[in-house]
């Protein structure tokens, strides 16, 4: 249990390593030539099972303090992947485990037992790879090798099955073209392209309802610097607009994270948001509530619930839909336990409204989400009372130090 009192909030922190271009960059590691160091490093849960497969795939993996080493070899050490709690991992390495000639069986844990993979099934099917799912869950197996040609993905879930397929296809057997129907999230793929493109591999991308990578091409060793994260510093950044004044350092200004969006949601609610070189500086000034797509980027769901609810008036922030299959059905979770502090939120359709007002304070639990844990930390900074977050160390899937970094900035 965790007890968060209000507080005023003041401080520079740096922000967390991009959980998101952590693992990306893992995994590419893992299929380039040579070895590669990545620097940045920040531990977390869905990290860490990232740099376990990657070894289980065959590279020399090293820790040494914020930096990896990692020695590219795809040739699998043991038929059993295990992604933890990571939808992102597996996702991801699920195709490029399709790689290989021999059966590959993708584990997980805890709340990625509930997430469907389903929509990964035809894509994989369509370039000539063996998959069968758990009733469309894990375990899934895979049995390549990948032959290529074209794959028709849809991407209403996810866009995480696209970054897999992605990384993968640049080793197909033969040249690959995904259509994509409905995808969401598209500056996650924007991310992947990125990343490729910094080791070594172009994607073509056609409206982002085509894509197209040419077989043969070879991911190039890197020495890499993963830039700071936007979902970590989005609850960083509502602390300061709610309680006073932060600065998070280490962040990127021209990111192609979609939760750089985040300063769209705190200039509408009437923060003050100052940048001085890859520094933010978010203050508190009378906020109102707002009015955001969190469609494409709806990790912020949290983050903005937990601004929201001390701004005057009703916001609305929609892309509900995106939030059935995280770590919990965040829609509901956020509905239901910010009530139980006082908080007044409705559901419509794909929209989520959110009443303003005092925070009465009491008992959030946070059902094994590391977003509703840290929100739930922002929300207590102009409670009425204390707040205390049950089940709290869920943070450790993302964030392990956000408590202690948080403690850093309360006055």
């Known amino acids: 249990m965790k007890t968060i009192f209000p507080s005023r ?5 740096p922000a967390p390593a991009s959980k998101s271009m952590m693992q990306r960059a893992i995994a590419i590691a893992t299929l380039a030539q040579g070895t590669s160091i990545l620097h940045g490093y920040t531990p977390s849960n869905d990290s860490d099972a990232a740099l376990g497969i990657a070894h289980d795939l065959g590279a020399e993996v090293q820790k040494n303090g914020e930096t990896i080493s990692i020695q590219g070899n795809f040739a699998p050490r043991t038929s059993i992947l295990n992604c933890g709690e990571a939808g992102l991992g597996i996702r991801m390495f699920t195709p490029i485990a399709a790689l290989w000639h021999k059966t590959i069986t993708l584990e997980g844990e805890g709340s990625l037992k ?10 994989l099917r369509d370039l000539g790879v063996n998959i069968e799912t758990n009733n469309t869950f894990v375990p899934v ?21 696209l970054t897999g397929l992605l990384i993968a296809s640049a080793q197909a057997q033969s040249d690959t073209m995904f259509v994509v129907k409905d995808l969401k999230s598209k500056p ?3 991310m992947t392209m990125q990343i490729m493109g910094d080791f070594g591999v172009r994607v073509d991308n056609e409206n982002y309802q085509r894509f197209f990578v040419k077989s ?11 830039e700071g994260d936007w979902s970590g510093a989005s609850f960083l950044l509502v602390a300061g ?9 280490n962040v990127r200004k021209d990111s192609t994270q979609a939760d750089i969006a985040m300063i769209d949601a705190l200039k509408n609610a009437g923060a003050r948001v100052e940048w001085a070189e890859q520094n933010l500086t978010v203050s508190k000034q009378n906020l109102r509530a707002f009015t955001f797509d969190a469609t494409e980027c709806p990790d912020l769901f949290p983050p903005l619930v937990a601004l929201a609810v001390h ?10 839909e995106r939030l059935f299959h995280k770590e919990s059905n965040r829609a509901e979770v956020l509905q239901k336990e910010f009530a139980r502090v006082g908080a007044h939120i409705e559901i419509h359709a794909n929209e989520m409204l959110i009443h303003g007002g005092e925070l009465q304070g009491g008992r959030i639990f946070a059902h094994n989400d590391h977003r509703i844990a840290m929100a739930a930390a922002c929300a207590a900074i102009c409670a009425k009372n ?6 709290h160390e869920c943070v450790a899937k993302s964030y392990p130090h956000f408590f202690d970094d948080f403690a850093r900035i309360q006055q």
């Open 9 to 13: 909030i003041a401080g520079s922190l």
């Open 114 to 123: 509930t997430r469907p993979i389903d929509t990964l099934v035809q894509p």
């Open 141 to 161: 197996q895979v049995q390549g090798p990948m032959q290529g040609g074209t794959a028709y993905v849809n991407g209403n879930l996810s866009s995480q099955i």
């Open 188 to 190: 996650y793929i924007d």
């Open 216 to 226: 043969g091409q070879q991911y190039r060793a890197q020495n890499y610097y993963v």
């Open 241 to 249: 607009a709610l309680g006073g004044s932060v600065t998070v350092t």
């Open 311 to 320: 701004c005057i008036g009703t916001t609305r922030i929609r892309g509900v």
């Open 386 to 391: 204390p707040i205390e977050i049950e089940n």
